[in-house]
């Protein structure tokens, strides 16, 4: 079942205690993105990536990190949490960035206290 | 940046009945999306329409595009109550890698 995965699905955590949360897709899109959902200010991305070791920020980068060095995976990297980061995080794939659909996971819950 | 805005924020409707959303945006567009959010879960996408096409059906599911005044509306007819959900506009958000997306419909059919 061609789909994207996110672990974890649900996260609370500590201020400054470095985590990562991993996102694969199995349908081998070149483009993949992460965006967070708050209240009120909809879906924002964070950081996108066009194809292996190619990333670029999104219009929320700060206190985030990815890389990309597998097709499949694009993990989400928050070095030094801060309550501000408290938020629903999603990633998606696509084939070809906005010019075609994205394909979302389920999404993350992070709690940063 | 806000690329797209839907309009209305919020809509309640009877069930049977139909359901339409706008979609402002700003910029030039190769394709406009709908998506559709069930409460905290992943986004599903609806419909892709491209710049050059004025209309596309789904289903249920119509969507116009006007790009002569940046504006798409999503038509859902004889609504259910398992498509209360929240639906959002998505267009290039200044460059081919970048997909913005608007706040969103919060559409709640009523049985």
């Known amino acids: 079942e061609a789909q994207v995965t996110q672990n974890p699905r649900y996260l609370i955590t500590v201020t400054g205690k470095k985590l990562t949360v991993t996102c694969s897709q199995n349908m081998n899109h070149e483009y993949m993105s992460w965006y967070r959902q708050d209240p009120g200010l909809g879906l924002r991305q964070i950081y996108y990536?066009?194809?292996?070791?190619?990333?670029d920020k999104g219009d929320v980068p700060e206190g985030y990190k990815v890389s990309r060095k597998e097709k499949r995976n694009f993990p989400l990297i928050l070095e030094s949490p801060s309550p501000n980061q408290t938020s629903l995080y999603f990633c998606?794939?696509?084939?070809?960035?906005?010019?075609?659909?994205?394909?979302f996971g389920p999404g993350t819950r992070l709690t940063v206290t | 940046s806000q690329q797209g805005e839907e309009d209305p924020q919020a809509l309640s409707i009877q069930e049977g009945e139909n359901a339409t959303m706008n979609c402002s945006y700003k910029?030039?567009?190769?394709?406009l999306q709908w998506y559709r959010q069930n409460s905290g879960r992943g986004l599903v996408h609806l419909i892709l329409i491209r710049s050059n096409e004025r209309e596309k059906h789904s289903g249920r599911l119509r969507v116009t595009l006007d790009t002569s005044k940046k504006s798409s509306s999503l038509l859902i007819t004889a609504s259910r109550a398992a498509d209360t959900a929240s639906y959002f506009c998505?267009?290039?958000?200044?460059?081919?890698?970048?997909?913005?997306f608007g706040k969103g419909t919060l559409l709640t059919v009523n049985p």
């Open positions: 990536s066009m194809n292996v070791e190619v990333t």
């Open positions: 910029t030039s567009i190769n394709n």
């Open positions: 998505a267009t290039r958000g200044g460059s081919n890698y970048k997909l913005t």
């Open positions: 998606a794939s696509s084939f070809s960035g906005s010019l075609s659909e994205q394909y």
